[in-house]
């Protein structure tokens, strides 16, 4: 298969990263060879970042700021304070690009304390593209969309998961960020296979990647953050590499960190699917 021009080379990330979170920060400012940071956006304060991000910005390394609370698929529309806030951290971290994900997170007043999947259908296009061109308003920089894993999907549903995005994109002029553990999560159980799902997304639209660890619960795979990255979820990044090489790859881990040897031993075995220079 040919490998196809990913065109988004210009957002200034490359190479293999890593999500900052304090418990590891000591282990990521000791990575010689880290090409990139993401940082959870609600986690900054813009008047003044967290000391290690301050000190990857020092070295050079650029970090995005990952949101998790705008609700780019809230009907009611996105809160002005949050999309204010993640344009200044955008700015406070000389933020290369922003990203967020494709889901909603309260309703009617409420908050639901998690990502939710949207309906994949025309209404909620019209509500994602309205709330994505708002958001982008306010930033300097490209916003990169992140399709979550789901354990369930709505039963009015008008598109698969990637002609969804592909008009969503096509609509709003974001980036994709693909998250591999996602998308072999949901084909998996969606009874799908991952490499058909893949052949089918909108790779010349990928901004960077994401990686993470995930388990087997009950018959239903779960996308953890907290496990190691299993060996299915590397092949399907060996199969990114040859159809379209991302510009840059990242490790997700947000819980029951494991000691330094194996945190590098993930990011070693994530350069190695991806043919980008080892960061240990």
């Known amino acids: 298969m040919p490998v196809a021009r990913v065109g988004t080379g210009a957002v200034g990330v490359t190479g293999v990263g890593v999500g900052w979170r304090p418990e590891i920060a000591g ?33 050079g390394v650029p970090v995005i700021p990952h949101g998790v609370r705008l609700g780019l698929g809230d009907a009611d529309g996105v809160r002005p304070h949050r999309v204010a806030h993640l344009a200044a ?26 990502l939710l999947p949207v309906p ?13 061109r708002r ?32 008009e969503l994109l096509d609509r709003s002029g974001a980036l994709l960020l693909l998250d591999v553990a996602n998308l072999y999560a949901n084909a998996v159980n969606r009874g799908q296979d991952p490499s058909a799902v893949l052949d089918r997304m909108p790779l010349d639209r990928v901004a960077y990647v994401h ?53 590098h031993a993930e990011l070693d075995a994530i350069a190695d699917s991806t043919g980008f220079a080892r960061v240990t």
């Open 27 to 59: 282990i990521v400012d000791g990575l010689p060879g880290l090409g990139f940071c993401e940082v959870i956006a609600e986690s900054i304060a813009p008047a003044a970042p967290s000391r290690g991000v301050t000190e990857l910005r020092g070295r």
């Open 89 to 114: 951290c955008a700015v406070a971290v000389e933020a290369p690009l922003v990203s967020e994900h494709v889901a909603f997170v309260r309703g009617g007043g409420r908050e639901a304390g998690h």
């Open 120 to 132: 994949r259908s025309r209404e909620a296009l019209d509500v994602l593209t309205r709330n994505i």
């Open 135 to 166: 958001v982008q308003a306010e930033l300097d920089v490209p916003l990169a969309l992140e399709p979550i894993a789901a354990l369930f999907d709505w039963p009015d549903d008008e598109f698969g998961e990637p002609d969804f995005l592909t």
């Open 211 to 263: 990686v993470a660890g995930g388990a087997e619960h009950d018959g239903l795979y779960h996308d953890t953050h907290t496990d190691p990255v299993p060996a299915p979820v590397l092949r399907l990044l060996d199969e990114l590499r040859d159809r379209a090489r991302p510009p840059a790859v990242m490790l997700e881990r947000d819980g029951r960190y494991p000691p330094m040897a194996e945190l």
